[in-house]
């Protein structure tokens, strides 16, 4: 069951004030730029919840014409403040409606992002708007992790502690029906108690591989990260590229 009051702008609303702080080193971007400058060649990129343009930007600085959709106006705030914000078109908007612009020679959606989507018809529609937004014999590149069984039911962390604050992730597994949710608490001095809550639907790659295909595009190449690093039974992410037929 989803979670109460949880909306597609719920993650981002609330995230956008910390995410860059927390998340800038969660993969290697020069990495992620090669491969999906080496795939786009001389056209065109769109990334589905581009956020603060962590990869969007510096793509876009590479020369490559980047538009990114999001959900929450924090985020894309975020991304309009930046330097270089414009050279990337940012719209608001949801990827499991209506994709803006195409078409593209190359569609990503990096760090488990596509896990935003909750329902099997919301996954079905986001591919379908992927496959009919990209060229023939164009890509659609998704990063995610390899679901695993979790060993509790539940979980509290510790994220970071200092003298006047405290943030604590705190989770819930749902194996089930492959959803887990959470909250980032984080109390301090200053500013009380701040609740930013997460929600997934999570895939393995063989579903994915399904309602890929279900839209007319097939895997080409899996890696373990952007670096091309072999897939393999043991990588806990993958990097997928799908291709719609030529
Ligand atoms: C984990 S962040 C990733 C941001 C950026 N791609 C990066 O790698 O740093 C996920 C983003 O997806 C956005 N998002 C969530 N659900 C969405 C949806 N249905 N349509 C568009 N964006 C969505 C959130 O607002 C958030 O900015």
């Known amino acids: 069951v989803p979670v109460e009051g949880y909306t597609a702008q719920s993650y981002g609303d609330r995230m956008a004030d910390v995410y860059d702080e927390w998340y800038h080193g969660i993969s290697d971007v020069d990495d992620t730029i090669a491969l999906l400058g ?4 001389a056209g065109a990129v769109l990334e589905l919840g581009v956020g603060t343009g962590r990869l969007a930007i ?3 600085r590479h020369g ?3 538009t990114g959709i999001d959900t929450s106006e924090q985020m894309l705030a975020k991304l309009r403040a930046k330097p270089g914000a414009d050279r990337v078109d940012a719209v608001i908007g949801d990827i499991t409606k209506r994709l803006p ?3 593209y020679q190359v569609i990503f959606v990096a760090y ?3 896990f ?6 919301d996954y079905t529609a986001c591919f379908g708007n992927v496959a009919a937004a990209l060229v023939d014999g164009g890509r659609f590149v998704v990063e995610a992790f390899v679901p695993r069984a979790p060993d509790v039911s539940s979980s509290v962390e510790v994220k970071t502690v200092t003298a006047d604050r405290v943030v604590l992730s705190v989770s819930v597994f749902s194996p089930d029906d492959q959803r887990a949710h959470g909250q980032f608490v ?4 200053a500013g009380g108690v701040i609740l930013r809550p997460w929600a997934v639907r999570y895939q393995t790659p063989a579903q994915l591989d399904a ?5 007319g595009l097939n895997v080409e190449n899996r890696y373990a990260s952007w670096q091309r690093q072999p897939f393999t039974a043991t990588s806990e992410r993958h990097v997928s590229i799908y291709r719609k037929s030529p």
């Open 116 to 121: 935003a989507i909750d329902s099997d018809d």
């Open 58 to 60: 510096p793509l876009a």
């Open 112 to 114: 488990n992002t596509l």
């Open 64 to 66: 490559i014409v980047v």
């Open 101 to 103: 612009g195409g078409p």
């Open 186 to 189: 984080e109390f301090s001095e």
């Open 38 to 41: 080496e795939l786009a060649g």
């Open 211 to 215: 309602f890929a295909s279900a839209a």
